[in-house]
C-alpha cells in the first residue's frame, strides 16, 4: 500500500521525492557547468607562466603566483577601459530605470484610463520585432555627431521594450485600491506613480536594474564599432581586442622583464577575472528581487 505523507499542505509521495532528487541532481551538474569555466580562468590567472603554456591547470593554480594580476593592476589602458564602463553604467542605468518605469506606468492601466493604449504598445512592439539594420543605425548616430561619444553606448538601449513589458505586467497585479486609496486622500498621478507604486514595484525594478547592469558591462560589439580609437573603448571592447589580437609594438622593456614570470594566457585569465567580479559582487544584493519581479512581471500579457 503506497503511502503520501502531508508536509506543510503538500503531498509527498515517493514519486515526488524521486523528481525532487533528480531535478536537485540536474541542477547542480548545470551548476557545475556553468562555474567550473569561472573556476578554470581563476586557476589560470593565479598559475605561473610555465604552467599555463604547458596546459597543466585545470581547476587548481599551479606554481601560485600574483604576477599576472601585478601586471593588470599596472596596465593604464585596462584602468582607462574599466573607468569608461563605469562612466556608461552610471549614465546608462539611472536613466533607463527611469525611463522604464514612466512608459510602464501608463502602458499598465485600461484603454478606459489610457486613451491609445493599443496605439503605443504597437508602437512599442514594432521596434522590437525589427530593425533598420547595422548600416542605417552607424549613418545616423554619425550625423547626429555620436561616433567616438560615450552617449553611443548609451542612448541605443535606453528604451529595452522587454524590460518594459516586464514593469507593465508587474504593476498591474499591484492591488487597484492602493491607488484609489492615494487619489482619495488627495494624491496626484505623480504622487501615486513615486509613493505608493515605486516601493511596490521594487522587485521588478531590481530585476530590470540587473538586466541593465550585466547588458551594459558585458556589451563589446558597440564600443568596437563607434569608437575609432582604442582609448575609448569599455572594458569588454579593450578585452576583446586583448584576447584576440596582440600588438607586440607596445611592449616596453620593463614588460619584457615581466614576461618571464607570466604569459599572455595568465594575464588575460587575470584581466577576465577582475572584469567578471565587479557583476559578481552586484548580483547577490539583487538575487534576493530577481526571481519574483521576473515571475509576477510574466505572468499577464
Request: proline letters at 5%; glycine letters at 4%.
Amino acid at each position: 500500500m503506497r503511502t503520501t505523507k502531508v508536509k506543510n499542505g503538500i503531498k509527498t509521495s515517493w514519486q515526488r521525492k524521486a523528481f525532487m532528487i533528480c531535478n536537485l541532481i540536474f541542477l547542480s551538474l548545470i551548476s557545475l557547468i556553468c562555474i567550473l569555466p569561472l573556476v578554470h580562468i581563476l586557476a589560470l590567472s593565479f598559475s605561473s607562466s610555465f604552467a599555463a603554456s604547458s596546459g597543466k591547470v585545470s581547476i587548481w593554480p599551479v606554481d601560485a603566483t600574483l604576477e599576472s594580476y601585478k601586471y593588470v593592476l599596472q596596465n593604464a589602458a585596462f584602468w582607462h577601459a574599466f573607468v569608461v564602463t563605469l562612466k556608461r553604467l552610471v549614465l546608462a542605468v539611472p536613466l533607463t530605470l527611469f525611463i522604464v518605469f514612466i512608459t510602464a506606468y501608463p502602458m499598465a492601466k485600461s484603454s478606459q484610463k489610457f486613451k491609445g493604449r493599443e496605439f503605443y504598445t504597437y508602437f512599442l512592439l514594432i521596434p522590437m520585432l525589427f530593425g533598420g539594420g547595422l548600416i542605417p543605425e552607424y549613418m545616423t548616430y554619425m550625423k547626429y555627431g555620436l561616433i567616438n561619444n560615450i552617449w553611443v553606448l548609451v542612448l541605443p538601449g535606453l528604451i529595452p521594450i522587454f524590460s518594459i513589458i516586464l514593469l507593465m505586467n508587474f504593476i498591474r497585479d499591484l492591488p487597484a485600491e492602493m491607488e484609489e486609496a492615494a487619489s482619495i486622500d488627495g494624491a496626484g498621478p505623480f504622487t501615486s506613480l513615486f509613493r505608493v507604486v515605486l516601493p511596490l514595484a521594487t522587485p521588478a525594478i531590481a530585476t530590470i536594474a540587473l538586466f541593465s547592469i550585466v547588458g551594459h558591462w558585458n556589451s563589446w560589439f558597440d564600443g568596437i564599432l563607434y569608437m575609432n580609437h582604442p582609448k575609448n573603448y569599455p572594458l569588454q571592447s579593450f578585452l576583446q581586442k586583448a584576447l584576440t589580437s596582440y600588438d607586440t609594438k607596445t611592449i616596453t622593456s620593463k614588460d619584457l622583464n615581466m614576461m618571464r614570470l607570466i604569459s599572455d594566457q595568465t594575464t588575460r585569465a587575470a584581466q577576465i577575472f577582475v572584469a567578471t567580479l565587479p557583476v559578481l559582487m552586484v548580483y547577490p544584493f539583487l538575487q534576493k528581487h530577481f526571481t519574483k519581479g521576473l515571475v509576477m512581471g510574466s505572468v499577464k500579457g
